[in-house]
């Protein structure tokens, strides 16, 4: 018979195809912890484990690997990410357990699980990567059990994850300064795929980490293309630098509220095209209007109207910027779109701070920058 996890009727709906939920590795850790106390207290074996997510969908979870002493209980959950592509996924997240003489809950995390080694996350240097919500699901799922079973005396819990460490290459972590293994994370305790809500919160994580450890202003890419443009054309610490993906909104929302004093942008011009005309989600699903904005800055640049219409039907910006270089356009339809780039940054923080970026693409390199970016990429280059 089928184990039933209680998240059946838990999906989302994306480009018309079902996607599953899943849990969380706080989920797993705060399954594995109340199932282990259970076991310990009662010194008896459990097939099975409920627990009641920040969300409100309750789990029905199985222990794996159980190990029951009179003075240690342990036991691992799976975790299932679902559809969500997940580097954790099928991980094994274990809780060791044991009575302690001080009151309370206390938890710690083992082999697997990353140590915080600076400031900015939401635990302190030296604590083990399990953050907030992770850690009050466990203390609740854990406390829960001991007030069921009358026991009074204090409970010692150690997270751990087998394989974590290798998982986490494949993470921030190494970028946010958690060392050796993964976090355990969660605010809802279920993993809905291809969650927008995560990838923002995984940007503004790094972007408090970097604040928090005196960086004032901001390297910021959408992604790979702008790191290797970097690590090609300019002399600077790539460890400056983080990626904001398609949220150049929300970045700048959060640089506001967090008090960065300026941020330089380092571009490919197929993102960025985008924002010159005030489109702060540069993903394809938002918007394109591509050909259109440069097609609009070519004009203004003096194109003739059988170039506007050729660069109406390219494709791509790459095959834009072809037909400007030959049309000799290309530095001042630069010019014209790094000053919308300029203002419309300007516009979505209200002035709050700086923002400066620079253009390139992949077959041309750079393209151009906006006034005041060559002075800001100073503070950045390696001396």
């Not at 938890?107 to 083990?128: M, S, Y």
């Not at 993102?271 to 203004?300: C, P, Q, W, Y």
Request: glycine content about 10%; proline content about 3%; some cysteine.
């Amino acid at each position: 018979m089928e184990h039933k996890n209680g998240l059946e009727d838990c999906y989302v709906i994306k480009n018309s195809k079902k996607l599953q939920c899943g849990y969380t590795t706080g989920s797993c850790a705060a399954a594995a912890a109340k199932a282990a106390t259970s076991m310990l207290l009662l010194q008896k074996k459990l097939t099975e484990v409920d627990l009641m997510t920040p969300k409100g969908i309750l789990l029905h979870l199985l222990p794996e690997d159980v190990s029951l002493e009179k003075e240690q209980a342990v036991c691992a959950v799976r975790k299932d990410g679902g559809d969500d592509p997940d580097a954790t996924h099928g991980l094994l997240v274990y809780a060791s357990v044991r009575k302690s003489s001080t009151p309370g809950v206390q938890i710690d995390g083992g082999r697997g699980v990353g140590r915080v080694t600076k400031k900015g996350l939401w635990q302190p240097v030296g604590e083990a990567a399990i953050n907030r919500v992770p850690r009050e699901m466990i203390r609740e799922a854990v406390q829960s059990v001991c007030e069921d079973l009358d026991y009074a005396g204090g409970i010692s819990v150690v997270i751990s994850v087998p394989g974590g460490e290798e998982v986490a290459k494949k993470t921030f972590n190494p970028r946010l300064g958690i060392e050796g293994g993964i976090s355990i994370l969660g605010t809802s305790g279920i993993v809905v795929p291809m969650s927008e809500a995560a990838l923002v919160a995984s940007i503004r994580l790094e972007m408090e980490m970097r604040h928090a450890n005196g960086d004032e202003y901001l390297i910021i890419t959408p992604g790979n293309y702008g790191e290797d443009f970097l690590r090609e054309h300019v002399e600077i610490d790539l460890k400056n630098s983080m990626k904001c993906s398609n949220y150049v909104g929300e970045t700048l929302d959060m640089a506001v509220e967090m008090g960065v004093k300026g941020i330089l942008f380092i571009a490919h011009i197929g993102k960025f095209i985008k924002v010159s005309g005030g489109i702060m989600n540069t993903h394809s699903r938002h918007a394109d209007s591509r050909a259109e904005l440069m097609t609009a800055a070519a004009i203004r640049a003096g194109a003739d109207l059988e170039t506007a219409r050729r660069l109406l039907d390219t494709i791509t910006t790459e095959e834009a910027i072809d037909i400007l270089n030959e049309k000799n356009l290309t530095n001042q339809v630069m010019k014209l779109v790094t000053e919308k780039i300029h203002y419309y940054l300007q516009h979505r923080c209200g002035g709050a701070l700086e923002t400066e970026a620079v253009i390139f693409s992949n077959a041309h390199g750079y393209l151009g920058e906006t006034e005041g970016a060559e002075e800001m990429l100073k503070r950045f280059i390696v001396k």
